[in-house]
């Protein structure tokens, strides 16, 4: 039997092995790749139903800017009330600042790493869905431009200045970028609303001409009945 054991052990000893050399932790190759940021600019309209809430999440790194801009640009439905509650949390799920308006912004500084939520909820109209146009995301300016200047302490200050000033146009550049992005939100919302006021007037006008044709025909058909005369007979007399 101890031929047996033996080979038990042996077996078990293995699994033991195999078991403690697969580790759960990322390997230290991955601690030298560069931090994930993901995308730091979103620009996109979506539909919230009646009641409804929609949400996004959003990665963020401290030191950064954080930009969040919404636009109600049409309803669909019968209501036509076009505000609705913007909120951004922290990544522990604290509230930084509230919108309630039918345009609105939430900006503020990034004090700590994560994903930071948004949320749009139509509440005020439950009768109706909402199309808003969103813009939002993250900027650094500061930190980067200082890691940078430490590692190339060896370049001369023709260089440094050539790169502090591709900072600040790239700056410039984006900036410019988020309010081109408010114009297009503002034409846009105008576009919808002079369609929307187009299709009122019309249809109001054709109701109004359909009522007027009308109440015409009705007003002639009972003034003509004023003025028929039965005829008369000697069976038949009008009476007193």
């Not at 109209?125 to 200047?149: A, W």
């Amino acid at each position: 039997m101890s031929p047996l054991f033996f080979g038990v052990g042996l077996v078990v000893l293995n699994l033991v092995v195999s078991a403690r050399s697969q580790k759960t932790e990322p390997p230290s190759s991955s601690r030298e790749q560069p931090v994930f940021r993901g995308a730091d600019r979103y620009d996109f309209a979506i539909m919230i139903p009646p009641g409804g809430m929609e949400c996004f999440w959003q990665f963020a790194h401290q030191t950064g800017y954080f930009y969040f801009s919404y636009e109600v640009q049409r309803t669909l439905g019968m209501s036509h009330d076009r505000h609705v509650a913007a909120t951004a949390h922290t990544p522990r799920g604290f509230l930084i600042d509230t919108s309630q308006d039918v345009r609105g912004q939430i900006n503020f500084y990034i004090q700590e790493t994560g994903f930071y939520q948004l949320c749009l909820r139509n509440q005020q109209s439950r009768f109706g869905s909402v199309q808003v146009y969103l813009n939002f995301g993250v900027f650094y300016e500061g930190p980067e431009m200082d890691q940078k200047k430490n590692e190339r302490k060896q370049l001369n200050d023709t260089l440094d200045a050539i790169e502090e000033s591709t900072q600040k146009v790239q700056n410039n550049i984006f900036h410019m970028w988020r309010y081109y992005n408010f114009a297009r939100m503002r034409k846009t919302a105008d576009f919808f609303l002079l369609q929307s006021n187009y299709y009122y007037v019309n249809w109001w006008s054709t109701v109004q001409s359909l009522v007027i044709v009308l109440s015409g025909i009705l007003q002639l058909y009972f003034l003509k009945r004023l003025f028929n005369a039965p005829a008369t007979t000697d069976t038949k007399k009008p009476r007193c």
